[in-house]
């Protein structure tokens, strides 16, 4: 099947969002939504650990595994490319922008356990995307993540003032506004598909 | 004995990795809109998490400070790949409905969470009941879930017909809002719980 990389690429933040229809990387969606100039830093950050992870993994999966018939093996293989790829990030960041590390510095060894990463590389070899559409697809899923989290921060500012009930608060809360932003989110749908 | 009976209490109510801890919800999300998805979801993480824990506890004299994520890391890896393999080999076409999601359970926090919080410190045979016992609070509370989303959106319960004919489905409960509203409805209602108990409890 043919599909038009930029067609991945605009479902991948829109009707596709890692966030609303596909449940990725929660566990720091829902911690790190207090304040919007962080969640724009950790978004930034998600975003080109992903453009730049998802090729890698297709290069790994498609000439390393799949020639071997190691293709189980991609589990293992994904996760530590993904940690090693952070890891030399996080140097090279460190080495060359102190100040963009200082700003992110906490963030960047968490994107490994950042499910988002690990889902998109999975996602792309069981739709048998090609090397263009993984690219786009990973910095698309990025881009929806960071929209995603940046929105959620952006109406939990708000929320300071209003009286939630005492059992909600805190991470239930977040999840019923989530829950009517994924409801938002469907109204995009129909304008571009992907399976 | 006492112990076992404490760690289980921790696991499935106390400590409760979803609930309490929100932690692995990307999973206790995406898989819940049918009982029967979310009960080998359960079971998968059950086992990955029990021998995980065994794993990391028995070999933990042994493994170096520093390199010990990657070290966890490998070995959730490791118990993954076993249950994919057998899923896919005696379940597929369950296998092909939790499509990524059985892969990230490497990525579960509730696993590394409790490798790290937990197993590290604990002899092998306690981390394993450890293991067990976190797992079966995470699948509790996505049966707990499934059994909502299910029952109000299909009208079935592990695929049979239970809601009569003239039922209509609650589409909303099987798409993803459903879901994030049924977690946070949940969570509340533990909460308010919770608080209640400690009052009279003082």
């Known amino acids: ?195 | 004995m006492k112990q076992t009976k404490t760690i289980f209490m921790e696991g499935l109510w106390g400590n409760n990795p979803i609930a309490r801890q929100i932690l692995g919800i990307c999973s206790a999300l995406a898989v819940t809109n049918l009982m029967k998805n979310s009960l080998v979801m359960g079971l998968g993480l059950i086992f990955v998490t029990a021998f995980s824990e065994l794993t990391v506890s028995l070999i933990r004299q042994w493994t170096p400070k520093h390199i010990r994520m990657m070290v966890q890391v490998l070995i959730i890896s490791a118990y993954v790949i076993l249950v994919d393999i057998f899923l896919k080999a005696y379940f597929p076409d369950i296998s092909t409905a939790l499509g990524p999601y059985v892969g990230l359970i490497i990525t579960n926090c509730i696993i590394m969470g409790r490798c790290e919080a937990f197993a590290q410190a604990n002899p092998p045979h306690i981390a394993f009941i450890d293991g067990i016992a976190m797992g079966t609070g995470y699948t509790l509370v996505l049966l707990t879930i499934a059994f909502v989303r299910e029952l109000l959106g299909f009208g079935t319960l592990f695929g049979i017909q239970v809601m009569g004919e003239s039922w209509v489905s609650w589409s909303i409960m099987i798409m993803p809002p459903g879901a994030f509203f049924m977690l946070g409805i949940l969570i509340w209602i533990l909460h308010t719980f919770k608080e209640k108990n400690q009052e009279v409890a003082k």
């Open chain 1, 1 to 195: 099947m043919i599909v038009n990389p930029f067609v991945v690429f605009f479902a991948a933040i829109f009707t596709n969002n890692m966030i609303f229809s596909n449940f990725l990387g929660m566990c720091s969606f829902i911690a790190v939504s207090s304040d919007i100039k962080t969640s724009i830093g950790l978004g930034q950050a998600v975003t080109f650990v992903l453009a730049i992870t998802a090729p890698i993994n297709y290069l790994l999966y498609h000439y390393v595994l799949v020639p071997f018939g190691l293709e189980y093996l991609r589990y293992i293989v994904f996760i530590v490319s993904i940690a090693a790829f952070v890891q030399l990030v996080e140097m090279i960041v460190e080495r060359s922008f102190p100040a963009l590390y200082q700003s992110l510095g906490i963030f960047l060894p968490l994107i490994t356990v950042n499910c988002a990463i690990l889902g998109v590389s999975l996602f792309m070899t069981i739709r048998n995307y090609n090397l263009i559409t993984s690219t786009l697809y990973g910095l698309g899923s990025g881009l929806g993540w960071m929209l995603a989290i940046v929105a959620l921060a952006g109406i939990k500012k708000r929320m300071k003032m209003s009286a939630v009930p005492e059992g909600l608060q805190g991470p239930g809360i977040t999840l019923i506004i989530t829950g009517i932003m994924a409801l938002a989110f469907i109204g995009f749908s129909g304008i571009v598909q992907i399976s």
